[in-house]
């Protein structure tokens, strides 16, 4: 106990003890002590209860008062209530400055913040960019339903989702449909959703810019590396065997940018098409064994190739996309794995899905670089992919098609004992081989 408080309690004590024996002396001389003392002990009894009711009626009353001056347990009691009601006030003042100031920042954002409730989904809160976006109007919308007031958009099983929705890259926007969207939902407390919704129109257009510029320029490179090739081909190396070298890296060189340009011109093919160009069944069995020639082919027999075939089916999608995903995969597991190396594809069963794994027992990759791996010319080692005659591009292509065909890559990877690429796709899309020897032809 602090040392004023006791000095205040000692004084109070004293005070009463004082008042109590002058009564009782009182008393006395008149001739009945006990009743001076029970008189006495009524008046202390009611003052204190007088003080306790003025505590509690300026505890009620919710105003401001200065505290009385003096000694004495109430007074102090009076000061410590005054000192706590002050530090609260201004607690409520700092918590109420810094709830403006976050509703100030959150209204001045570009992105249109939503506050819904999550039982509800009801909207609860917007700021100004929701009416700009989302053609939320205050006071108006406040506690409409926000699936029946963003329409056309999908939201009722987007909020299901709840904790688990995926963020929608491409929307059209209530208000404006030539803008496109990214929708966010975030889960923030147990009662409430954050809708945040931002304009992605200006960074659609330019991807869409950058596509088509790579895909002309693409296309435009091959007519001269066609004229280079022939020239380079009609020059032999035992007529000028001075410049033999200087032919051999030209040669080189130049089928490297021929296989970059056919890179970049399937990227360009699979990012311009939002669905697959055909729904097909695809045998698996001779896709292998095409596999397994082009793995061994580019081994030029320095690695021994293992395939093996254990889910006994097939798949559905495009055959040509599958196998431009497929080689791409067992070709980077030969170019990155040194000679005496192992190279493993296994297609196996996975639930009721299936996967193909590419297994190898090359370089490693380390984990810092795993995720950005499918990134467009995205490299581990510079100089190594120069060597080995890689474009950067492959496990792009391999990310795309696996999309297109609602699959997923996987890569676990360990320096110096190699890596494992693998190919997850769902029960949608696996056939049964019996299926896939009856099925007619696809359509034209």
């Given at each position: ?13 004293g005070?009463?003890a004082l ?18 003392l029970?008189l006495?002990?009524l008046?202390?009894?009611?003052w ?7 505590v509690?009626?300026?505890l ?10 003096g000694?004495?347990?109430?007074n ?13 006030r ?15 920042a ?9 506050v ?8 609860q ?5 929701a ?5 939320l109007?205050?006071?108006?919308d406040?506690g ?13 099983q ?5 904790r688990?929705a995926?963020?929608?890259?491409d929307a ?8 496109r ?70 040669r080189n ?25 055909a729904?097909?069944p ?27 075939d254990?889910?006994?089916c097939?798949l ?13 995969l067992v070709?980077?597991?030969?170019r ?19 996967v193909?794994?590419?297994h ?18 995205y ?61 007619p032809?696809?359509?034209?």
């Amino acid at each position: 106990m602090p040392e004023h408080i006791r000095s205040a309690w000692l004084r109070t004590l004293g005070a009463v003890a004082l008042a109590l024996l002058a009564a009782t002396v009182v008393g006395a001389l008149a001739g009945n002590a006990w009743m001076g003392l029970a008189l006495a002990a009524l008046a202390a009894v009611a003052w204190h209860y007088w003080r306790l009711r003025r505590v509690l009626r300026r505890l009620t009353a919710r105003q401001r008062w200065e505290p009385p001056r003096g000694d004495g347990v109430w007074n102090e009691l009076d000061r410590l209530l005054f000192r706590s009601q002050r530090e609260m006030r201004m607690r409520k003042r700092r918590l109420l400055d810094m709830l403006r100031t976050y509703r100030a920042a959150a209204a001045a954002l570009p992105d249109a913040v939503v506050v819904v409730d999550r039982n509800s989904q009801r909207v609860q809160w917007f700021n100004e960019a929701a009416t700009t976006l989302l053609g939320l109007h205050h006071p108006r919308d406040l506690g409409t339903p926000v699936v029946e007031r963003l329409q056309p958009l999908p939201l009722a099983q987007w909020l299901a989702s709840g904790r688990n929705a995926e963020p929608m890259l491409d929307a059209p926007s209530p208000a404006d449909p030539q803008l496109r969207l990214n929708m966010r939902l975030i889960p923030y407390s147990e009662d409430y959703w954050l809708l945040v919704a931002r304009d992605v129109s200006k960074l659609l257009r330019l991807e869409q810019v950058r596509q088509d510029f790579v895909a002309n320029v693409s296309h435009e490179l091959r007519t001269p590396l066609t004229v280079v090739h022939g020239y380079l081909d009609m020059l032999d190396p035992e007529d000028l065997p001075e410049y033999a070298p200087m032919l051999a890296e030209m040669r080189n060189q130049s089928q490297r940018m021929t296989q970059l340009v056919e890179d970049l011109l399937t990227l360009s093919r699979l990012e311009s098409q939002e669905d697959s160009n055909a729904e097909e069944p695809v045998p698996m069995r001779p896709m292998l064994a095409t596999l397994r020639r082009e793995a061994e082919a580019h081994s030029q027999g320095r690695h021994t190739i293992e395939m093996s075939d254990e889910a006994g089916c097939d798949l559905l999608g495009s055959g040509k996309e599958l196998h431009s995903a497929f080689s791409n995969l067992v070709t980077n597991a030969v170019r990155y794995t040194p000679a005496g190396g192992t190279v493993r594809v296994r297609f196996a069963r996975e639930g009721a899905g299936v996967v193909l794994e590419v297994h190898d027992t090359g370089y490693g990759i380390p984990s810092s670089h795993l995720p950005r791996l499918t990134e467009r010319f995205y490299r581990v080692s510079s100089s190594r992919s120069r060597e080995s005659g890689g474009t950067g591009l492959g496990l792009s292509i391999v990310k795309h098609v696996l999309g297109r065909h609602q699959a997923r890559l996987q890569i676990v990877s360990e320096v110096g004992r190699g890596s494992c690429f693998s190919c997850h796709f769902g029960a949608a899309r696996v056939l049964s081989r019996h299926a896939v020897d009856v099925a007619p032809p696809p359509a034209a």
